[in-house]
């Protein structure tokens, strides 16, 4: 590319390349190591959504017993509260 400042009638050009610092032999090691651990990659992604769906279900019980306390017995809250704790041991 180019560019002329036509005021000055200046020129400058410009080389567009890429330059990764990679040779092709590398690029493709690299693309399948990747490959080899996308099922593993998959697997962990499942493994920490299903984590994040328990901490949500959990909060939400929580929250559940805390705006409910005047309601319930002091021993259902006991109860309550160590079976909420059980999926956050993990």
């Known amino acids: 590319m180019s560019a002329k400042d ?16 990679l040779t092709k032999e590398e ?27 328990l901490d949500g279900i959990v909060y939400q019980a929580e929250k559940m017993v805390r705006e409910n306390r005047e309601k319930s017995g002091k021993r259902m809250r006991s109860r309550w509260r160590r079976r909420l704790k059980t999926p956050r041991k993990r």
């Not at 036509?6 to 610092?21: L, P, R, V």
């Open 6 to 21: 036509k005021a000055t009638n200046k020129e400058q050009k410009i080389h567009d390349q890429s330059s990764t610092g």
């Open 27 to 53: 690029a493709e090691k690299m693309r399948t190591e990747a490959e080899s651990h996308a099922e593993d990659d998959r697997r962990r992604m499942e493994e920490v959504e299903a984590r994040n769906r």
